[in-house]
């Protein structure tokens, strides 16, 4: 394990840390969702005809949608039209280095402990800041350049690459897939977009760190990653947002194309609001994130942390439709509080050789309910396709409770698959062994549960694994009494 | 003196274990708690490394002049105590190095000493591991997950070893070794031998003893000690067995 009982120590204050509003001049679009504030938000960013027609479809085709209701998870009715779908920085020049970004903003950014300039430096991370909806600042960019990588945020990428954006958009996660798909499809804000040529292999961790700021907003980024045969990158998303007491809905859309021999690696470690302990509060987090195997020998990677957020609901799926593709899948996902989760991941096999992994560690604490929900589809064409599945829950007390919904459906007899669930409880004779050595009850906590996680903190990224953990130490706080 | 514990009673699950022990170490002494299963032996460490289970209802306990019973199990083992584990517990996932340095570390800082970075914590660690014959492998797994139950005792040893205590109490730690492994542990056992550090050696069985000379043997019967002595003791429990022992406790 990487990080150190003091690192997680230092971590050891109760409220949520992040709960901060960084004071910058908003440019907010009036409340509530029509045809007219679609329209808006494709001029305000100056986009091309065929996009507004794009979002208009998307838009039309929500309003008969209903919002889905399967989830294992309750949360008060969302007022759509009580949201405003639009907010930028006033000021949207384009910067060249960091020095140039808003003083506040590089505040916020200390303050939540991301030093960029040094991350740059000591880590090799390029950073395309979002800062609430509108790119505020992109490095590395000249050098990804360079290699003829395109790392943007969504806004530029339609100026600066429509041909791209028209070709991929859309074509994982149609305007129709869902009901938050279709919302995101016609006011999707801003997001990053990624395209790495033929035979690139993308020389760093591309990293964005989003953050959800302005009072009723909701985000709706929409993120498109392409890779080109034979290609690779990796790309780290990490979310923290300001503390608010009334709920915030979030609705993404992340979109990934693998062709031919490429490898997209995808980390998101996600700490938005919780909530209070009481259940006030918090972040929805409503979103979708699919990647095709496009081509052969392609291979997606999905790894999530999920400490954040009231309310999680959230497939990182996989279509592999290349023969010998792979899809894999590793999560963590902690509930604490009140906090709901319901996730997991579909692999739908269609190529011939196919395997996908899905590891899925859910942790769940105080009256906090988590819900592993994965779905396997073999295809009827997908001959000799494997799935390993693992799903363990970690329970910390006794009034949460975590539920597991596994779903198979297998057209080719071919096909192995293999399941494997646990469900276990944090011992207090673990702990007391801990303890017996010297080591705080908190820490020991900690360790227990870093150790649980391990299978998929070895996915991430070096400096990922340490934030991921120390952001599961701060989750957990006080879940022990 | 370094223990005092004074009619110490003990419940568990609503029954009383421990009805009433008495028991004074000095620095440097080794102690042997001798008893048949049941006898309440566990209850008497784990109560005085404070497992949350065992509720102290009498008694009192000074541990180099504190009051024990006052501190918390994590505070009990940074200030010296220390329990080898008659069962010890698996924890998935965490690498044994990486645990006992925390463990270490944790203990140096409440001493006020620089915390041991990898570096030095492995020289420390090295050592021991040579001391024990234990196999560097040791270390990368995960703390006693998958370990032989002889492979745990080692460990429980090893970790003793690494963090020093003061007071150790060793819960049949025999137990599951056979005869070269028994000899190795109590090689390590003694080599720790000092007048700085006391031992409380918990055993069914007297085979132990041959190798840990133990200053002074202890009878534990239905919670009481009912019978104390040197280690000749020891040997006379080995011939006539724990039969009659109480009986013997009951008339004095
Ligand atoms: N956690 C527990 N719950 C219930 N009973 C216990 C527990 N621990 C010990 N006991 C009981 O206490 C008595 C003494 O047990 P123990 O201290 O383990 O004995 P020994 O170590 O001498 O074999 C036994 O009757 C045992 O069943
Ligand atoms: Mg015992």
């Given at each position: 394990?990487?990080?150190?009982?003091?690192?997680?120590?230092?971590?050891?204050?109760?409220?949520?840390?992040?709960?901060?509003?960084?004071?910058?001049?908003?440019?907010?679009?009036?409340?509530?969702?029509?045809?007219?504030?679609?329209?808006?938000?494709?001029?305000?960013?100056?986009?091309?005809?065929?996009?507004?027609?794009?979002?208009?479809?998307?838009?039309?085709?929500?309003?008969?949608?209903?919002?889905?209701?399967?989830?294992?998870?309750?949360?008060?009715?969302?007022?759509?039209?009580?949201?405003?779908?639009?907010?930028?920085?006033?000021?949207?020049?384009?910067?060249?280095?960091?020095?140039?970004?808003?003083?506040?903003?590089?505040?916020?950014?200390?303050?939540?402990?991301?030093?960029?300039?040094?991350?740059?430096?000591?880590?090799?991370?390029?950073?395309?800041?979002?800062?609430?909806?509108?790119?505020?600042?992109?490095?590395?960019?000249?050098?990804?350049?360079?290699?003829?990588?395109?790392?943007?945020?969504?806004?530029?990428?339609?100026?600066?690459?429509?041909?791209?954006?028209?070709?991929?958009?859309?074509?994982?996660?149609?305007?129709?897939?869902?009901?938050?798909?279709?919302?995101?499809?016609?006011?999707?804000?801003?997001?990053?977009?990624?395209?790495?040529p033929r035979g690139v292999k993308c020389p760093m961790e591309l990293s964005t760190y989003f953050r959800i700021n302005a009072q009723n907003t909701g985000q709706f980024e929409r993120t498109l990653i392409v890779a080109d045969e034979g290609a690779s990158v990796s790309y780290l998303e990490g979310c923290t947002a300001p503390k608010?007491?009334?709920?915030?809905?979030?609705?993404?859309?992340?979109?990934?194309?693998?062709?031919?021999?490429?490898?997209?690696?995808?980390?998101?470690?996600?700490?938005?609001?919780?909530?209070?302990?009481?259940?006030?509060?918090?972040?929805?987090?409503?979103?979708?994130?699919?990647?095709?195997?496009?081509?052969?020998?392609?291979?997606?990677?999905?790894?999530?942390?999920?400490?954040?957020?009231?309310?999680?609901?959230?497939?990182?799926?996989?279509?592999?439709?290349?023969?010998?593709?792979?899809?894999?899948?590793?999560?963590?996902?902690?509930?604490?509080?009140?906090?709901?989760?319901?996730?997991?991941?579909?692999?739908?096999?269609?190529?011939?050789?196919?395997?996908?992994?899905?590891?899925?560690?859910?942790?769940?604490?105080?009256?906090?309910?988590?819900?592993?929900?994965?779905?396997?589809?073999?295809?009827?064409?997908?001959?000799?396709?494997?799935?390993?599945?693992?799903?363990?829950?970690?329970?910390?007390?006794?009034?949460?409770?975590?539920?597991?919904?596994?779903?198979?459906?297998?057209?080719?007899?071919?096909?192995?698959?293999?399941?494997?669930?646990?469900?276990?409880?944090?011992?207090?004779?673990?702990?007391?062994?801990?303890?017996?050595?010297?080591?705080?009850?908190?820490?020991?906590?900690?360790?227990?549960?870093?150790?649980?996680?391990?299978?998929?903190?070895?996915?991430?990224?070096?400096?990922?694994?340490?934030?991921?953990?120390?952001?599961?130490?701060?989750?957990?706080?006080?879940?022990?009494? | 003196?370094?223990?005092?514990?004074?009619?110490?009673?003990?419940?568990?699950?609503?029954?009383?274990?421990?009805?009433?022990?008495?028991?004074?170490?000095?620095?440097?002494?080794?102690?042997?708690?001798?008893?048949?299963?049941?006898?309440?032996?566990?209850?008497?460490?784990?109560?005085?490394?404070?497992?949350?289970?065992?509720?102290?209802?009498?008694?009192?306990?000074?541990?180099?002049?504190?009051?024990?019973?006052?501190?918390?199990?994590?505070?009990?083992?940074?200030?010296?105590?220390?329990?080898?584990?008659?069962?010890?517990?698996?924890?998935?996932?965490?690498?044994?190095?990486?645990?006992?340095?925390?463990?270490?570390?944790?203990?140096?800082?409440?001493?006020?000493?620089?915390?041991?970075?990898?570096?030095?914590?492995?020289?420390?660690?090295?050592?021991?591991?040579?001391?024990?014959?234990?196999?560097?492998?040791?270390?990368?797994?995960?703390?006693?997950?998958?370990?032989?139950?002889?492979?745990?005792?080692?460990?429980?040893?090893?970790?003793?070893?690494?963090?020093?205590?003061?007071?150790?109490?060793?819960?049949?730690?025999?137990?599951?070794?056979?005869?070269?492994?028994?000899?190795?542990?109590?090689?390590?056992?003694?080599?720790?031998?000092?007048?700085?550090?006391?031992?409380?050696?918990?055993?069914?069985?007297?085979?132990?003893?041959?190798?840990?000379?133990?200053?002074?043997?202890?009878?534990?019967?239905?919670?009481?000690?009912?019978?104390?002595?040197?280690?000749?003791?020891?040997?006379?429990?080995?011939?006539?067995?724990?039969?009659?022992?109480?009986?013997?406790?009951?008339?004095?």
């Amino acid at each position: 394990m990487s990080t150190t009982t003091e690192q997680i120590e230092k971590l050891a204050n109760t409220e949520y840390k992040y709960g901060f509003v960084t004071d910058v001049e908003q440019d907010i679009a009036p409340k509530g969702l029509n045809e007219d504030i679609v329209r808006l938000i494709s001029s305000k960013k100056g986009e091309p005809e065929w996009l507004l027609e794009w979002r208009l479809k998307a838009f039309r085709a929500w309003l008969k949608m209903e919002e889905p209701k399967w989830q294992n998870v309750q949360y008060a009715p969302i007022d759509y039209q009580g949201t405003s779908y639009y907010a930028a920085p006033k000021e949207k020049k384009k910067l060249n280095s960091l020095d140039e970004v808003d003083p506040e903003i590089r505040a916020t950014f200390d303050k939540l402990g991301i030093p960029i300039e040094e991350q740059k430096l000591l880590s090799n991370v390029a950073v395309d800041a979002v800062f609430d909806s509108v790119s505020v600042a992109t490095t590395f960019r000249s050098k990804l350049a360079e290699l003829g990588i395109i790392f943007c945020s969504f806004s530029e990428a339609v100026k600066d690459h429509p041909e791209l954006v028209q070709q991929y958009i859309g074509s994982v996660v149609p305007h129709t897939d869902n009901y938050f798909a279709a919302l995101n499809s016609a006011v999707f804000s801003d997001g990053s977009f990624v395209y790495i040529p033929r035979g690139v292999k993308c020389p760093m961790e591309l990293s964005t760190y989003f953050r959800i700021n302005a009072q009723n907003t909701g985000q709706f980024e929409r993120t498109l990653i392409v890779a080109d045969e034979g290609a690779s990158v990796s790309y780290l998303e990490g979310c923290t947002a300001p503390k608010r007491d009334e709920n915030q809905l979030h609705a993404a859309v992340v979109e990934l194309v693998a062709h031919t021999d490429a490898t997209i690696k995808y980390s998101t470690v996600q700490n938005w609001y919780p909530g209070d302990k009481h259940g006030t509060g918090g972040i929805y987090n409503f979103v979708t994130k699919r990647g095709i195997c496009k081509g052969d020998r392609s291979k997606i990677t999905w790894t999530q942390v999920e400490t954040g957020s009231s309310v999680t609901w959230k497939y990182p799926s996989c279509i592999l439709q290349g023969h010998d593709s792979v899809g894999e899948f590793y999560s963590v996902a902690v509930t604490n509080n009140f906090q709901q989760a319901d996730t997991g991941t579909k692999m739908i096999h269609l190529g011939r050789n196919t395997r996908s992994t899905i590891v899925s560690k859910g942790i769940s604490a105080g009256r906090g309910q988590n819900t592993y929900r994965g779905a396997v589809k073999i295809g009827k064409n997908a001959r000799n396709a494997r799935n390993y599945s693992q799903c363990d829950s970690l329970l910390i007390g006794d009034r949460c409770g975590a539920h597991t919904f596994p779903y198979l459906e297998i057209k080719n007899t071919t096909a192995k698959v293999e399941h494997e669930a646990s469900t276990s409880k944090i011992g207090e004779d673990q702990i007391f062994y801990c303890e017996s050595r010297g080591i705080a009850k908190e820490d020991a906590i900690n360790m227990i549960v870093s150790g649980f996680c391990k299978e998929v903190f070895r996915e991430l990224p070096m400096e990922f694994a340490v934030e991921a953990q120390k952001l599961l130490g701060i989750s957990l706080e006080g879940s022990v009494g | 003196m370094l223990l005092e514990v004074k009619n110490l009673k003990v419940r568990v699950a609503d029954k009383e274990i421990l009805k009433g022990i008495n028991l004074t170490v000095q620095p440097g002494e080794v102690h042997a708690i001798m008893g048949p299963n049941g006898s309440g032996k566990s209850t008497f460490a784990r109560a005085l490394s404070g497992h949350p289970g065992y509720e102290i209802t009498e008694g009192e306990v000074r541990y180099n002049g504190k009051d024990l019973l006052d501190m918390d199990p994590d505070e009990r083992a940074r200030d010296g105590v220390f329990m080898a584990f008659q069962y010890p517990v698996e924890i998935p996932g965490v690498n044994n190095a990486y645990f006992l340095k925390a463990a270490l570390n944790a203990k140096r800082k409440q001493q006020g000493l620089d915390e041991l970075d990898a570096i030095d914590f492995m020289k420390v660690v090295k050592e021991k591991l040579e001391v024990l014959h234990i196999d560097d492998s040791m270390l990368q797994r995960s703390v006693n997950e998958g370990f032989s139950g002889g492979e745990k005792k080692r460990n429980e040893i090893f970790h003793m070893a690494v963090l020093e205590p003061a007071l150790a109490l060793l819960d049949e730690t025999d137990s599951g070794l056979d005869i070269d492994a028994l000899r190795v542990v109590s090689e390590g056992v003694n080599a720790m031998r000092s007048p700085e550090r006391s031992f409380v050696v918990v055993t069914h069985y007297q085979r132990l003893l041959n190798y840990i000379v133990p200053d002074y043997v202890h009878v534990l019967s239905e919670g009481r000690i009912v019978r104390s002595g040197g280690k000749a003791l020891a040997l006379e429990l080995e011939e006539k067995g724990y039969a009659g022992q109480a009986a013997v406790g009951a008339r004095r």
